[in-house]
């Protein structure tokens, strides 16, 4: 690469960046559905035209902050396990609860990103198949969890009704072969109710229910885990 081209890709990133910065300033003060390409530019100080060569459309910079906030929700969970791995290898409930309050903390510090990927569906778009490994990310943590739990023997295994055996089977085979049916179907609620309870904090729907907030999800992602069938460190 010729330093001509070095600097021409720089000031792609650079303003690829000051695109996506901008974006999720309107996402915050008007919401995605409001997101217009125009404005961005205007705020930019950038013509239409010029911002239509780094995001062809609304639609194309909606999937470009999606795949940003499922990135960092995903890197949040890692690191998290990755710490807490490294403290206590075999304490796998403990990790799940770690990996927990590091999503929590990251919506609660980025509620609009958070708002755009989990809250209601933006009037007009679709998400593209491009989102769905990046979406992932987060989950597969905890699958990671509960695989390296059953391999411990760490694992008590959750009930499972005779009429979801057809869908645990079909879990398994997608996103977890190497686990009992009823752990990724426990796996899979479990995964649903952490977002709903993050989703309930995040939208105002524990004000004067539940103060101690920290505590209470604590305690809720530790019940989750338990669900899942996790056991604490012998």
Known sequence: MTAVQGARARARIEITAAIKDEARRQLAAEGAAKLSLRAVARELGMVSSALYRYFPSRDDLLTALIIDAYDAVGAAAEQAHATAEAADPRAHLARWTAVCRAIRAWALAHP???????????????????????????????????????????????????????????????????????????????????????????????????????????????????????????
Do not use: M
Not at 159 to 164: K, M, R, S
């Open 112 to 234: 609009h990103e958070y708002a755009l990927i989990y809250g209601s569906p933006v009037p007009g778009y679709t998400a593209p198949q491009d989102t769905v490994d990046h979406a992932a990310r987060g989950g597969l943590v905890l699958v990671s969890i509960a695989r390296a739990a059953y391999d411990d023997k760490g694992v008590a295994l959750p009930p499972l009704q005779p009429t979801l055996r057809p869908e645990a089977d079909r879990l398994v085979a997608a996103l977890a072969p190497d686990l009992p049916p009823a752990v990724a179907l426990a796996l899979a609620c479990a995964w649903a109710e952490l977002f709903g309870l993050i989703s309930f904090e995040l939208f105002g729907h524990f004000n004067n229910v539940v103060e101690d907030r920290d505590t209470f999800f604590a305690a809720a992602a530790e019940r989750l885990g338990r669900e899942v069938g996790l056991l604490p460190k012998p």
